[in-house]
């Protein structure tokens, strides 16, 4: 992987994390009670995690915004982020844990989040891998609350085919 590949996919999510941080302290500003009041969500849909995903079950009421991140390797990302209401942090990734251990994704201490399989799943995030056609992963990473809502990111990442088929479009 070049090093440019590399620090996009780093750059990418620190501003996202920086843009959090500022809008987190301007609360006042945002209502509390709910999705609406978390930054980058005032106009979320219903959460959907795409092709190549359809096993993953989000809580029920779940909303969200999904962006997809620069290729690295050929490995292919989308980012969701994702929030209900009334749902604590503990009960959100008690549900997301046993809806995937039930479709058969196993945990993981590696997932290529900077398109290299060695690559150790980052602090604050549970890391899941299937293996099928296409190996699959999905990184859960550490629930936000603010008021009633819980967030949290999903990264999906699609490990790129021999034949270059794997593809997150559509």
Not at 41 to 51: C, E, F, P
Not at 104 to 124: E, F, R
Not at 126 to 138: E, H
């Amino acid at each position: 992987m070049t090093p440019i590949r590399a620090g996009v996919i780093v750059a990418i999510g620190l501003l996202c994390a920086i843009a959090l941080s500022a809008c987190d302290a301007q609360g006042a500003a945002h209502d509390s009670t709910n999705c609406s009041g978390v930054p980058g969500l005032q106009s979320a849909g219903a959460a959907s995690v795409g092709k190549h995903f359809e096993d993953i079950t989000l809580p029920s009421g779940a909303v969200g915004v999904t962006a997809t991140a620069p290729e690295a390797n050929g490995f292919q990302y989308r980012l969701v982020t994702v929030c209900v209401t009334g749902q604590p942090p503990a009960q959100v990734s008690n549900f997301v844990y046993a809806r995937l251990t039930a479709q058969g994704w196993a945990g993981q201490t590696t997932a290529p989040v900077a398109g290299d399989l060695s690559n150790a799943c980052p602090a604050h995030a549970v890391c899941y891998a299937k293996r099928s056609d296409t190996t699959r992963f999905a990184v859960m990473e550490q629930p936000n609350v603010r008021g009633a809502a819980t967030w949290w990111v999903l990264r999906l990442i699609v490990q790129p085919l021999a034949s270059g088929g794997a593809s997150l479009s559509g």
